[in-house]
């Protein structure tokens, strides 16, 4: 697990990845952002979803100055907008369009260019947790939460594009809404409490979970350590810790933590959540740092669980010289 939730350039660096392609006549590349078989760039874009396509000069990659853009066939694709060095599609119906752009290069010459592109609809929709790989998890009510999603076709190629979310909640408990994430995470808000179950608009695809209060906490999951080898006197290294409520674990628990060194002589323990609950990482996260050779204890509390009273585990992790 990365300090950042999983993705091509995870969460917070929506950057991402690109997959980039010189058009048909070698003028301009064409990128768009993707954690999804970056080095492939024909891709389909989702019926009823947007992607927005990169326009720069080939050999300098400087921003092309887009003063037109369109597609052969709308039934395909439609452009929505284009601005800068920036085509917007939107995905219209299955098959293959071709999408052509003129704009002034950096000389200032006007050239044009051409790619072909693709849309369908998806068949197949993948909706995982992100702090573990089974079906059971546990959310802490009136949150924000971001879920990683694949849409795909039957064969397993990826269909990409964001503002097309093909899910919805079955209870009404939580409603998904649009994210600065775009295609990569569904952002929900756990309404209530009781269970949540995203449901597929378009295959049998479900996920649920429980949706609880911070005080039902009553328990923290083994530390992940991120320690290549071994944390020496004078290391520092990140861990991380989430709660957990019964056998289910708690995914992006942002309830407050408190860890404490129980062997200060041989390590100390430091909070590294973000104090932004808006943030989009991850919580769980502290710092153990190597003092001198031997065990460090270090204790991990949720302060809300177990009623208020706080849930507590403690934990051991060698420091070697």
Known sequence: MTRILLGCGGLAALTGCTSTLTGNEGNFQFHYVTDDAFTDFNKPI???????????????????DLSGAS???TAVLDVVDFAANIVTLEGMGDGTALVSVEGAVSGGETLTDSVNMLSSVPEVLVLNHTCTTGADAAWLVGQRLWLPWEMEMENGQPVIGYGYYPAAFS???????????GAVYLAIDTASVGTAELVSAIDSTTLSASVVEASAIDGVADPVAFVLEDIDVGDTNAFYALPMVGELTVC???????????????????DSDPDDTA?????GWFDVTGVAEGTCEFSVTYTAGNGGQGATETFTYPIEP
């Open 171 to 181: 209870d009404g408990t939580a409603a998904l809404s649009d994210s600065d994430s």
């Open 46 to 64: 989702a019926v009823g979803a947007l992607l927005d396509v990169y326009v720069t000069e080939v050999g300098s990659s400087s921003p092309i």
């Open 252 to 270: 992006q628990a942002k309830t407050d933590k408190v860890v404490e060194s129980l062997t200060p002589s041989i390590c100390t323990v430091t």
């Open 71 to 73: 597609v052969d066939d």
């Open 279 to 283: 943030s989009l990482e991850e919580w």
